[in-house]
């Protein structure tokens, strides 16, 4: 083993992005608990306004997680029984969730080989008198294929929703993700690339009749307290969610341009291994939630890599369709062929913005290791 500048390099590290920015967290929480407003409230309405702003959007509208804000948008769209969603085997289950939630079937299509987003070229085939909506996903902070997929869209009167769970400031042609789709859900679990201290998400829309049901569903169904116009949830988001959100907004910009950085680092270090590196399709600019990387012996290097206490993980080990709990739709292996191979094969490696160069020199070194010794 060559002498190494770090010991270990963990996979993820929220302690290094707390500790610059403790004395304003403290204060923005100060804050909430001082006006008392611990569901929803001024400092979640704030929030709202400049995530709104910083996606450019008309309305955004706070939840307690990216899965209800996307349960909510499928709702809105009155999508119910017997309708089809189509959208992608290659995610976090959330996406489906919101499907399988509104009693609709999600209908899987297979990836991209490149960028693992939902095929563009594939989508019109798996199209039917019951499809109701598109549901792609940017995944890892990619942006999916969205001109395509609008334009099937379009020519089908369907409505696409984003799955922006994974995408914070990631651009297509330009502009950020979020508002390409007639809804879009963004995540701020802890690990996103913008994440709260709890649960959290947003739901993002241009319609104004959107924005204020979905915040009477977040809400029990009610516009005036105490008068409930429909049966709604309680997805509201917290006022101390709100409040760190609210300072942590400040910096996604930078802490995207830090991911960005180090995506094209690895990239640089790692372009001579046999490793298939994550490459951006034209037009896109990756938020780089992950940093997936490619090979058949994933799993030998996975062990190789936490033996030499390098943090990595599987996004994600088993696609949708060979779920369990989707086991009634009656897909099976080999239906799609790209997604599977991704899971077998995926790797993120460590990354976010505090990741220093020793450490990410580090993680490259292990893996040219791996390969130099491999047999
Ligand atoms: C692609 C995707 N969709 C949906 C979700 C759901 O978000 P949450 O965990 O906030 O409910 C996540 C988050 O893990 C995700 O990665």
Redesign the pocket.
């Known amino acids: 083993m060559l002498a190494r500048k770090v010991e270990s390099v963990p996979y993820l590290d929220l302690k290094a992005q707390m500790r610059p920015l403790r004395r304003e967290i403290d204060a923005a929480i100060a804050h909430t608990l001082d006006n008392c407003s611990f569901c929803l409230g001024p400092d979640v309405t704030k929030f709202e306004q400049d995530f709104a702003r910083f996606c450019d959007a008309e309305h955004c509208i706070g939840f307690n997680?990216?899965?209800?804000a996307?349960h909510i948008a499928l709702l809105l769209l009155d999508i119910g029984r017997d309708d089809e969603v189509i959208t992608t085997p290659s995610?976090?289950v959330?996406?489906s969730w919101a499907i399988s939630y509104v009693g609709a079937r999600p209908v899987f299509v297979d990836v991209d080989d490149a960028t693992f987003n939902l095929n563009a070229g594939l989508v019109e085939k798996a199209i039917t008198p019951r499809t109701r909506g598109i549901l792609p996903?940017h995944?890892y902070g990619h942006p999916a294929d969205l001109d395509p997929l609008l334009v099937i869209a379009r020519k089908h009167r369907l409505p696409l929703v984003e799955?922006a769970?994974?995408a914070h400031g990631a651009r297509y042609k330009g502009r950020r993700v979020g508002t390409f789709g007639v809804m879009s859900?963004f995540?701020?679990?802890p690990g996103?690339n913008l994440g709260a201290y709890g649960?959290?998400?947003a739901l993002l829309t241009n319609k104004a009749a959107f924005a204020a049901r979905a915040r009477s569903l977040r809400e029990h169904g009610s516009r005036e307290r105490y008068y409930h116009e429909e049966i709604g949830f309680n997805y509201r988001m917290e006022g101390i969610q709100g409040a760190v959100l609210g300072v942590k907004l400040k910096h996604l910009e930078q802490w995207t341009a830090q991911r960005r950085r180090v995506a094209h680092r690895y990239h640089e270090l790692l372009e001579d291994t046999p490793l298939q590196l994550p490459r951006e399709a034209p037009g896109c600019e990756s938020a780089y939630h992950l940093y997936v990387v490619r090979h058949p012996r994933r799993d030998a290097l996975k062990q190789y890599l936490e033996k030499n206490k390098i943090g990595c993980a599987l996004h994600y080990p088993l696609p949708l369709h060979l779920q369990k709990c989707y086991a009634s739709l009656g897909y099976k292996a080999g239906d799609f062929p790209v997604a599977e191979k991704a899971a077998r094969e995926c790797l993120s490696l460590p990354i976010y913005p505090e990741l220093t160069d020793d450490q990410l020199e580090c993680v490259a070194e292990v893996i040219k290791e791996f390969f130099a010794t491999a047999s």
Request: proline content about 0%.
């Open positions: 997680s990216g899965t209800s996307l995610t976090f959330a996406t996903v995944l799955d769970c994974q859900a995540s701020f679990y996103k649960e959290g998400g």
